[in-house]
C-alpha cells in the first residue's frame, strides 16, 4: 500500500521549503509528504491521490495565502478527506480567523509560526493528531475500482473480465454508493460514461475494452517469437492441459486466450467431481494453479487475444489473430470449447448484461442479494448455479424444459438443490419473454405442456442451455459437422476412406483432425464428454501425438 500522506501548503518557497524538511525528517518512513505553494494545486494533487485511492492522514497549510486562503483550502480539502487532520500555520494576525475556523472546517489545530524548535513546537502536536488518525483509520481497497450501474452491459462486462481473469476488484454501484458519485464526479468523465475503472496506478479508464483493461494490468498480448512447435488455442481445461506437458516435455509451446484462462470450468463455482479434491475445489482455484503450472514450465500465455483464422502452408500450420498478426508452428491443438446457445426469446437481446446472463452467476451472486432469480437449464452447471447463487438470493427458481433434473443432473447436485429452501425447481417451463425499460424486470414463462402462460417478477435471469462449439474460426480449413464440432480420428475415416485432401500414409490419430498436425480436444471436438476431467485427459494425450507428428515432420 502507498503511505498516507501529509500535505504542507504554503505560498513562500522558503518556508515551503523548511516544513517539508522538517515533515520529512520525523515522518518520512510513514507518511509521504506531498508539497504545494498554493490551495488550487495542492487540490488538484488530492483529486489525483482520491482517485488512486491514496488517503490522507493530514493538513498543514498557511492561514495567508493569495486567491485561497488556509481556512478556504481546508473548506474543500475536507470534502475529498473528511478524516484527515486540519492543522493552520498563523501569524498573531491570524489569530481570530485561526479560531472562529476551529468551528467551520473543525480545525483540529493551529500552530504559530515559526515553530523552531520543531522537537518543541511541532512534532508534539502532529504526532498526537497523526497517531489519533492511526488509530481511526481502516485502510482502503487497495486494487482496482469499478464505478457503474449495476444493470449495465458494460459494467457487467468489465466485472466479467477481472473476475475470469482473477484480478479482485472493488464494485461501486452509482446508484447506491456516495463514494461512487464522488468518485465520478473528481474524474475526467461524466457520469453518462460508465463504468469508470479505477488503478492504484495511473489514469483511470472510462468504458474500457478488454483489451484496453488488459494493457493496464499487465497481461500478455504479443507472442514473443515468431513460430512455436505447438500452438494451443483456447485456454480452457483442454488448452491448459495441453500447455502444462507440451512446456514440460520440452516444446516451445503458446496458448491464446479470447477472454480469460480457465474457459467454462473457469466459471464453475464448485467443482466436486475433479480427481483429487474430495471436497471439490472452485473454477478459478483450478485455473490459478494450471495457468501457474503451464507459466513455470515455460508455456507463453497470450490473454485476451482472438484466433480469428488459419492457413495451412507446407508443414507450417499459420493461425491469424484479432489485431492481425500470424503466428507460425507445426502442431496446431483447438481447444476452443463450447459457449451457451443464446436464448431466444423476445426481449433477451436488449437485456443481456442488463438482468440476462449467460453464465456469470459467480461475478453477479453479489448483487442478487435478497432478490428473486431464475436459472434456464437443468444440466450440472444450472444446477451449481442454483447452488451458489441461493447463498445470496431471496429465491432461486430453475426453469426446467423436462418433467425433473434426473437425466441431466447428477445426483449428488439434486439432492443437494432439492434439500435448499431457497430453490425451486419448475418443470416442464420455458421462457417466451422477457421484459424491462433499462434492465430485467419481469418474465413471461409457458408450461411447455399445456401452453399456459404466466408473468413473474424478476431481478435477474442466468442462462445456461445447450452448447455452441467454437469453431468458425477453422471452418476454411478444418471439418466440422453439422453441428460445428470438430471430427477427429476414427471418426474421420469412412468406409476405410481417409478425410478428403489427407496427404499422409497414415490414418488420422485419434484425436486429430481432418488437417495432419492439427488436433481437437475437449468440448470442441465431436461426441466429446463434456467434462473437465476428460478435456484434461484429451489435452495431455494430444500432446502426445503431437510428438509423433512433429518427429516426421520436415523442418
Ligand atoms: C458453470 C459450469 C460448471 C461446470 N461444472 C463442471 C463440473 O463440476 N465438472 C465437470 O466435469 N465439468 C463441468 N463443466 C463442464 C466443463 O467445464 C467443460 O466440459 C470444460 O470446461 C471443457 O473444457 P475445454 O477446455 O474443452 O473448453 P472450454 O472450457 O470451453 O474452454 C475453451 C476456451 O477457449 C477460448 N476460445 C474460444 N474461442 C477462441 C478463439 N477463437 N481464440 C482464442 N480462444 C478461444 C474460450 O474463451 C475458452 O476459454 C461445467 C461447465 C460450466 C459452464
Known amino acids: 500500500m502507498e503511505k498516507p500522506v501529509i500535505v504542507a501548503v504554503d505560498d513562500e518557497p522558503a518556508v515551503l521549503g523548511a516544513v517539508a524538511r522538517d515533515l520529512r525528517r520525523e515522518y518520512g518512513k510513514q507518511y509521504r509528504v506531498l508539497r504545494a505553494e498554493s490551495g488550487t494545486t495542492a487540490l488538484e494533487s488530492l483529486r489525483r491521490l482520491k482517485l488512486r485511492n491514496e488517503q490522507a492522514a493530514l493538513f498543514l497549510v498557511d492561514q495567508r495565502m493569495p486567491r485561497m486562503s488556509g481556512v478556504e483550502f481546508l473548506e474543500e480539502a475536507t470534502e475529498l478527506f473528511p478524516d484527515a487532520k486540519r492543522v493552520l500555520l498563523t501569524a498573531y494576525a491570524d489569530t481570530e480567523a485561526a479560531i472562529q475556523a476551529i468551528n467551520e472546517v473543525r480545525l483540529d489545530y493551529y500552530l504559530m509560526k515559526p515553530w523552531d524548535p520543531p522537537e518543541e513546537y511541532l512534532y508534539p502536536v502532529l504526532t498526537d493528531l497523526l497517531d489519533d488518525w492511526q488509530a481511526q483509520f481502516s485502510p482502503p481497497f487497495e486494487g482496482i475500482r469499478v464505478v457503474g450501474h449495476q444493470l449495465s452491459a458494460r459494467s457487467h462486462q468489465v466485472k466479467d473480465f477481472l473476475a475470469r481473469n482473477l484480478i479482485p476488484y472493488q464494485w461501486l454501484d452509482i446508484e447506491i454508493d456516495e463514494e461512487a458519485r464522488h468518485l465520478v464526479e473528481l474524474s475526467p468523465s461524466d457520469s453518462s460514461r460508465l463504468p469508470l475503472v479505477l488503478f492504484p496506478d495511473g489514469p483511470p479508464l472510462t468504458q474500457p475494452t478488454n483489451a484496453q483493461i488488459a494493457e493496464r494490468i499487465g497481461l500478455r498480448r504479443h507472442p514473443g517469437m515468431p513460430f512455436y512447435d505447438l500452438a494451443i488455442v483456447g485456454a480452457g481445461p483442454a488448452g491448459l492441459a495441453a500447455a502444462v506437458y507440451g512446456a514440460s516435455e520440452g516444446l516451445s509451446t503458446l496458448l491464446v486466450e479470447s477472454e480469460a484462462p480457465g474457459g467454462q470450468a473457469g466459471t464453475s463455482s464448485r467443482i466436486e467431481n475433479y480427481l483429487g479434491f474430495p471436497s471439490g475445489l472452485s473454477g478459478g482455484d483450478l485455473t490459478r494453479r494450471a495457468v501457474a503450472q503451464a507459466s513455470r514450465f515455460g508455456a507463453e500465455i497470450l490473454s485476451p487475444l482472438e484466433a480469428t ?160 462449439p467454437h469453431t468458425e474460426w477453422v471452418s476454411d480449413v478444418v471439418e466440422r459437422d453439422s453441428q460445428g464440432f470438430i471430427p477427429t480420428g476414427p471418426d474421420l475415416v469412412r468406409g476405410g476412406r481417409r478425410p478428403k485432401g489427407w496427404s499422409l500414409d497414415r490414418d488420422p490419430f485419434l484425436l486429430e483432425t481432418s488437417v495432419p498436425g492439427i488436433f481437437a480436444v475437449g468440448d470442441v471436438r465431436r461426441r466429446s464428454v463434456k467434462r473437465i476431467a476428460s478435456a484434461v485427459g484429451e489435452g495431455s494425450m494430444a500432446v502426445q501425438f503431437a510428438h509423433q507428428y512433429l518427429g516426421r515432420v520436415p523442418e
Do not use: W
Not at 314 to 342: M, N, P, Q, V
Not at 351 to 368: K, N, Q, R
Not at 392 to 402: D, G, I
Not at 403 to 431: D, F, M, N, W
Open 309 to 468: 483464422g488459419i492457413r495451412v502452408r507446407d508443414s507450417y500450420r499459420f493461425i491469424t489473430l484479432t489485431d492481425g498478426a500470424e503466428i507460425s508452428c507445426h502442431a496446431l491443438l483447438i481447444a476452443t470449447g463450447a459457449s451457451y446457445r443464446k436464448l431466444d426469446a423476445p426481449g433477451v437481446g436488449k437485456l443481456t448484461g442488463a438482468g440476462v446472463y449467460y453464465g456469470a452467476a459467480i461475478t453477479e451472486a453479489m448483487a442478487c442479494q435478497d432478490k428473486d432469480v431464475f436459472i434456464v437449464g437443468a444440466g450440472n452447471s444450472a444446477g451449481q448455479a442454483a447452488m451458489y447463487l441461493a447463498r445470496y438470493a431471496n429465491s432461486v427458481t430453475m426453469l426446467v424444459r423436462a418433467e425433473s433434473l434426473a437425466a441431466s443432473t447428477s445426483r449428488y447436485l439434486i439432492e443437494q438443490i432439492e434439500s435448499h429452501q431457497g430453490i425451486r425447481v419448475l418443470p416442464r417451463s420455458s421462457v417466451v419473454e422477457v421484459k424491462g425499460d433499462t434492465s430485467l424486470e419481469e418474465i413471461t414463462i409457458a408450461d411447455v405442456a399445456t401452453g399456459d402462460v404466466r408473468t413473474m417478477p424478476a431481478y435477474a435471469l442466468f442462462v445456461f442451455i445447450g452448447a455452441v
